[in-house]
């Protein structure tokens, strides 16, 4: 069965700070790895995707993940912090490659301290 | 080009009420997802369709809940004799094909008194 742990359900950062949001993975196949964003009363977008290609993806909005097979971890990333990334983030899951239903982290909340 | 879209936004129901909602997926999309989101929680798997096929409902918590896509275009979820477990943010997603990109609706805000 596969699984997702994003570890803190709050990151608070700097306007300008490095953004780390952490995602450890479970799966019994190579896994195709997404993260999404959840801005208040609206759908998930999605930001990266990772399917078995290059190990750093890089996404929309200056944000980008690194898989790590052997740490089993698919860390999101950004160089500088803007307010507007104030958001609700996802990490999920497949092993169908994507095909089929993902399995989703709990989320992490990001706070932009100005 | 229009997205996901899903109605009604908001829906409050008392306690054994049957609630339908709808989800109009992008044009043209195959695939069809159902979610389940509860307070301060991830998005949880319900059911997923492949045109009209219902090709996985494993999520589906229990037999009060009921999907249909029975032209291969809009869907609608539907959940009998609501209970107060049942509410949630629910969300409907799509994609074209097996390329993994679910573009996501708004969600439907369900709760139950």
């Known amino acids: 069965a596969q699984s997702v742990t994003q570890l803190g359900s709050h990151v608070s950062v700097s306007e300008g700070a490095l953004v780390l949001l952490r995602c450890n993975y479970s799966s019994s196949v190579p896994p195709y790895l997404f993260w999404y964003v959840q801005y208040p009363n609206q759908g998930l977008q999605l930001l990266l995707k990772y399917t078995s290609a290059a190990t750093l993806v890089k996404g929309i909005n200056g944000f980008e993940a690194e898989f790590k097979k052997s740490e089993t971890s698919f860390h999101l990333t950004k160089p500088s912090a803007h307010m507007s990334d104030a958001a609700e983030y996802f990490c999920?899951?497949?092993?169908?490659?994507?095909?089929?239903?993902?399995?989703f982290g709990k989320g992490t909340h990001l706070i932009i301290q100005p | 080009g229009a997205g996901v879209s899903q109605s009604p936004r908001y829906k409050v129901a008392k306690r054994g009420q049957d609630v339908a909602l709808r989800c109009d997926p992008i044009s043209g999309h195959v695939s069809l997802f159902w979610y389940q989101q509860a307070l301060g929680q991830g998005p949880e798997f319900l059911t997923y369709f492949q045109n009209e096929a219902q090709l996985d409902k494993s999520g589906l918590p229990s037999d009060r809940f009921f999907a249909e896509r029975p032209e291969g275009s809009v869907s609608t979820l539907k959940i009998q004799r609501t209970q107060q477990e049942d509410s949630a943010v629910y969300l409907c997603?799509?994609?074209?094909?097996?390329?993994?990109?679910?573009?996501f609706g708004p969600g439907t805000r369900l709760t139950v008194t």
């Open positions: 997603a799509s994609s074209m094909d097996r390329s993994g990109e679910q573009y």
């Open positions: 999920a899951v497949s092993e169908g490659g994507g095909a089929d239903g993902l399995t």
